[in-house]
């Protein structure tokens, strides 16, 4: 069973800068898609970016398109999420997820991280 652990999460100024990060626990990452999900008090989890294990394809919500950069790193099990040009809508708890698919679906993720919060102050 893949364990995902996120870290990076933190408090920051509109207009900067975070990278979060996501550790996971086994090999069997390095052929998993990894995804970004997003989750506000009272909401539901929502899609943020994906990534194919071979880093060749990607997705973004249109929210975040041009702000947010997702990459990985198979030989140390890690997956990044840049954030640039934070904004406080951006404000919430970050999940780190593993999956066999690149989709923006929630369901098709088998794996979930324990969360880090952004905080974004205007």
């Known amino acids: 069973q893949v364990q995902l652990v996120e870290s990076g999460g933190g408090l920051v100024q509109a207009g900067g800068s975070l990278r979060l990060s996501c550790a996971a626990s086994e090999r069997t990452f390095r052929t998993s898609a990894m995804g970004w999900f997003r989750q506000a008090p009272g909401k539901g989890r929502e899609f943020v970016a994906t990534?194919?294990?071979?880093?060749?394809?990607?997705l973004y919500a249109a929210s975040v398109k041009g702000r947010f950069t997702i990459s990985r790193d198979n030989a140390k099990n890690m997956v990044y999420l840049q954030m640039n040009s934070l904004k406080p809508e951006d404000t919430t708890v970050y999940y780190c997820?593993?999956?066999?698919?690149?989709?923006?679906?929630?369901?098709?993720?088998?794996?979930w991280g324990q969360g880090t919060q952004v905080t974004v102050s205007s």
């Open positions: 997820a593993a999956g066999g698919l690149v989709t923006t679906t929630r369901s098709s993720y088998d794996y």
């Open positions: 990534i194919s294990w071979s880093s060749g394809s990607t």
